[in-house]
């Protein structure tokens, strides 16, 4: 169990926790570390260490708290998941998409556009610091619903109350919350909305269709009214059980299209990186123009993508060729078009347009032949993605953009 744990840890990646030990360290005395994993665990005696705070910094201003296991916990903290997780997931709401086998973000973002043509209203929930506000209590209550091994839910209990270690060394407690970056963490949130949100929404409002992807969630209503209603009714249920919900980013939202009419002053709302909007589409089949409420890829994920090609500062590595640019830009580049190309992938066509600009000045940096001479050297470049369109996944993208 711990040697399977390990290897999934390892396929995952991440960085070092507060013994700023890495996934490579580790290896290296691979049967040792392993063994006293095994060992502590099996004796009862495992104790997790501190997770290492690391705040991310959010467009808006504020912070995403992550908290980082050690290598070694995070392998503790798979082998206890790779217990509980096949006795929770048949439980689970086939409308629960995140941290799933079989289910994905993308997946929602697809059932969610069907419903959204179905169902003139949504209700777009925002849980306000969910990871941080949930109960240790009730979720070692909500454990005991599924497993009744007394060692799971000992170490669920320490890594609930595990501290958060400061970069200053020092030591936050915690009474309440699951710090993201653990690995068990996304099970034991789904767990948690799936007793307080998932299981009360099947019996309340059976008729009422709804998309969870960890704390992201959308409910689908027919009527303005309804929408108001239930709306309150999620959040008295929420309230109960120690969550509450944002009141500026929880809002209604009329899924306006061509054919429903009416000013609201909600008519849009972002879920899982993809703003649904009403937008102009030609139907494939008639090619005849209309209005659709659709999604495509968010201002906000827009943003974020361009400051990540920004990062790279591509066009001042010179020493670089551009098959060595491409093996670096393109895991996530082609990460960006397999997610956010599946729905309205024109939109990228832009993002993609302007990792050519910064390759084009990367060129006229390296090359004197294109010193200051942008228009010839674009035209070069394009001569080599058409003859040599795998050097980059945006290449690839473009030309299958162009034959179709």
């Known amino acids: 169990m711990v040697l ?32 006293k ?57 086939p409308d629960s998409y995140g941290y799933r086998p079989g289910k994905s973000a993308i997946k929602a973002v697809g059932i969610t556009r069907q419903r959204c043509w179905k169902n003139n209203w949504v209700i777009d929930l925002d849980i306000e610091g969910f990871f941080d506000e949930i109960d240790h209590r009730l ?22 109350k595990a501290p958060m270690q400061k970069e200053d060394g020092s030591r936050e407690l915690r009474e309440k919350g699951t710090p993201q970056g653990g690995v068990i963490s996304p099970l034991l949130a789904n767990i948690y909305l799936h007793e307080v949100f998932d299981s009360w929404m099947q019996k309340e409002f059976p008729a009422l269709p709804f998309e969870r992807y960890a704390d992201d969630i959308i409910v689908h209503c027919h009527t303005e009214r309804q929408a108001t209603y239930v709306l309150e009714k999620i959040r008295q249920r929420m309230k109960q059980w120690g969550l509450t919900l944002h009141p500026e980013k929880t809002k209604i939202v009329y899924c306006k299209d061509g054919n429903r009419k009416g000013d609201y002053p909600h008519t849009k709302f972002t879920f899982l990186g993809y703003e649904f909007r009403a937008r102009r589409v030609q139907n494939a089949r008639e090619g005849n123009i209309f209005v659709s409420f659709t999604p495509a890829v ?19 590595r010179t020493p670089m060729t551009l098959e060595s640019i491409g093996k670096v830009v393109n895991p996530a580049v082609s990460g960006w078009i397999n997610y956010y190309g599946v729905y309205r992938r024109s939109m990228l066509t832009p993002i993609m347009d302007q990792l050519d600009i910064v390759l084009v000045k ?12 942008f228009t010839r050297t674009l035209q070069w470049l394009n001569t080599i993605a058409r003859h040599q369109p795998d050097l980059f996944a945006h290449w690839t993208w473009k030309l299958r953009m162009a034959e179709q």
């Not at 979720?139 to 609930?160: F, G, P």
């Open 4 to 35: 399977k744990a390990w290897k999934h840890v390892k396929a995952k990646g991440g960085g070092a926790g507060i013994d700023g030990q890495t996934i490579e360290n580790f290896e290296k005395n691979l049967q040792d570390n392993l063994y």
């Open 139 to 160: 979720m070692i209550e909500m454990v005991r619903k599924y497993t009744d091994e007394q060692w799971v839910l000992l170490y669920i209990e320490r890594w609930l």
């Open 362 to 373: 990367w060129a006229m940096r390296k090359y004197k032949q294109h010193h200051r001479r």
């Open 298 to 316: 968010s201002t906000k994920a827009q943003k974020s993508i361009r400051s990540i090609i920004r990062s790279w500062r591509l066009s001042i």
């Open 37 to 93: 994993v095994w060992n502590r665990m099996s004796s009862g005696s495992y104790f997790p260490p501190a997770v290492k705070k690391s705040d991310i910094p959010k467009e808006n201003g504020r912070k995403r708290t992550l908290g980082i296991p050690t290598v070694g916990d995070r392998v503790a903290q798979m082998v206890v998941t790779r217990i509980l997780e096949p006795k929770v997931e048949p439980m689970f709401h």
